[in-house]
C-alpha cells in the first residue's frame, strides 16, 4: 500500500512465540503452493520461496489501520511485512486461523510475500535506493526505482496463478499479464523477473531497452497520481460518515476541512486545498463547497487514471500481435537447405525448401525439426537449376552439414 497508510496504523505487539509460528506457518504456505505448481518450479526450482524469504523476510506486523478492511505492504528496507485490517486484530496464528476475514488476508499475505521473494539489491552494498522487487527497474537517471504498475499487476497475476482464485486488486495491470502470456506463454511470463528484467520486458514489449525505460518512467508517474487517489478516496468516504452535506454546525465542519486539508490533502500532494481555491472562495467554504470540489476532484482523477489504464492495455496488445515477416526474416534462426527430390517414374526432379528449427543449444546432439516444406517458386534461379542439374544455393552454415545427413537426401551446397 501507499506508504501513508503505514504510518496512520497502529502497531500490535505480537509475542515472539507467536510470531514465529505465523511465520512458520505463511513461509510453508507459500512454499508448498510453489513445489505444487510445474511452472513455478521448472522456472525457479523447488523450495525457492523457502530459500529466498530466509534473508529477505524478517517480521510480520498485523497493524489496525483507519484507512482500510484488509491492506498490506512488503518493506524492502526494514524486510517487514505489513498487514492492515479495521476490525479484527491478530495476535496469534489462532487469531489468524479463525479470523471473519481469513481469506482476504490470506490473498494479501500471499501477495506480500512474493513482493519478498523476488526482492532484490542492485549492488552488492546494501543501497536503500536500489532495492527492488520484481519486474521493479532502477533508473539511474532518476535515481530511483520504477515500475511499480507493471510490478505490482505480475505479482498479483503470480498470486492468481498460486492459489488459483482472483480478485479486483490491480485487475487492470494483471490484464497485462494475461495478455502477455498468449504471446510469450506462461512460464515466459513467470521467468521475467529473472535475470536482467529491463531485457526481458523490452523484448515482450517489442522495445529497446531505452524506450521501455522511458515507457516505465511515463507509467510510474501516472501510478503514482493513482495510489495518491486510493488513500484520498478512502479519507474522504471517512470524512463524509463524520460530515455529510446537511452538517448543521458550521464551525466545527470548517475546523473538520482545515484538519482534512493539512493532514490528507498536503501530505498527498504537497498543497493545500485552500490554497488551490480563489482567495475569496477559500475564506468562506461552506461544507457543501468542500465535498463539491472532493467529488470534483475524484471524479477528474479516475478520468485520467481509466485513460491511463487503457493505454497500457492498448501498448501492450499491439505488442502482442504477431508482425507480418518478410519470406526472409521468417528464415532467421533457422537450418535451411534446398533439396532435389528425384521422381523415378517421372524421370525428373523437383526443388523443395525445407525449414529447420535450431536446437536451443549448439552441443545438442538432437537433430533439428523440420518445421514446413513447400516448392520453391519458379524463378530464373530455379531454372537454371534444373537445366544444369544441380542446385546452386549460397553454403548457409556448418550447423546444417552437422545436422541433415547427406545419405537422408540429396542436399548440393
Request: hydrophobic share 35%.
Amino acid at each position: 500500500m501507499y506508504p501513508l497508510v503505514r504510518l496512520m496504523g497502529s502497531n500490535m505487539k505480537i509475542r515472539r512465540k507467536d510470531h514465529a509460528e505465523i511465520k512458520a506457518y505463511l513461509i510453508n504456505y507459500i512454499n508448498t503452493l510453489w513445489n505444487n505448481n510445474k511452472n513455478f518450479v521448472q522456472v525457479y526450482g523447488r523450495d525457492y520461496p523457502k530459500t529466498q524469504l530466509e534473508h529477505n523476510l524478517r517480521e510480520f506486523k498485523f497493524n489496525k489501520s483507519t484507512l482500510l478492511s484488509v491492506g498490506g505492504e512488503y518493506d524492502l528496507v526494514s524486510k517487514n511485512v505489513y498487514v492492515y485490517n479495521s476490525k479484527y486484530p491478530i495476535y496469534s496464528l489462532d487469531d489468524l486461523k479463525k479470523s471473519p476475514i481469513f481469506e482476504d488476508i490470506m490473498l494479501t499475505l500471499l501477495h506480500e510475500l512474493l513482493h519478498a521473494v523476488f526482492s532484490r539489491n542492485l549492488d552488492t552494498e546494501l543501497d536503500a535506493n536500489k532495492l527492488m522487487t520484481g519486474l521493479e527497474i532502477y533508473d539511474h537517471v532518476l535515481g530511483k526505482v520504477i515500475n511499480s504498475p507493471l510490478n505490482e499487476g505480475y505479482t498479483e497475476y503470480l498470486r492468481s496463478k498460486l492459489d488459483k482464485s482472483t480478485r479486483n486488486s490491480y485487475k487492470p495491470y494483471v490484464r497485462i499479464f494475461n495478455l502477455l502470456e498468449k504471446k510469450i506463454g506462461r512460464k515466459g511470463v513467470i521467468a521475467l523477473a529473472k535475470g536482467d528484467v529491463l531485457v526481458n520486458l523490452a523484448k515482450a514489449f517489442n522495445m529497446t531497452p531505452d524506450e521501455f525505460m522511458e515507457f516505465s518512467r511515463n507509467n510510474e508517474k501516472k501510478f503514482i497520481r493513482q495510489r495518491k487517489l486510493e488513500v484520498l478516496e478512502s479519507e474522504y468516504e471517512k470524512f463524509c460518515e463524520d460530515y455529510p452535506r446537511d452538517t448543521k454546525d458550521t464551525a466545527e465542519s470548517q475546523k473538520a476541512i482545515i484538519k482534512f486539508d493539512k493532514s490528507v490533502h498536503k501530505c498527498l500532494y504537497g498543497t493545500s486545498i485552500l490554497e488551490i481555491l480563489p482567495e475569496e472562495v477559500a475564506k468562506r467554504i461552506t461544507l457543501e463547497d468542500f465535498h463539491e470540489f472532493m467529488k470534483y476532484k475524484i471524479r477528474e482523477i479516475h478520468k485520467q487514471t481509466r485513460a491511463f489504464n487503457d493505454e497500457l492495455y492498448n501498448i501492450t496488445r499491439e505488442a502482442c500481435i504477431p508482425k507480418r515477416q518478410s519470406p526472409m526474416a521468417k528464415l532467421r534462426g533457422n537450418v535451411f537447405g534446398f533439396i532435389k527430390i528425384y521422381n523415378p517414374e517421372k524421370k525428373d526432379g523437383n526443388l523443395m525448401l525445407e525449414y529447420y528449427a535450431l536446437p536451443e543449444k549448439e552441443d545438442d546432439d538432437k537433430a533439428p525439426q523440420v518445421v514446413s516444406g513447400h516448392e520453391v517458386f519458379v524463378s530464373s534461379l530455379r531454372k537454371r537449376a534444373l537445366e544444369t542439374k544441380s542446385v546452386n544455393v549460397r553454403k548457409v552454415s556448418n550447423l546444417a552439414k552437422k545436422y541433415i545427413p547427406k545419405e537422408e537426401s540429396d542436399i548440393d551446397y
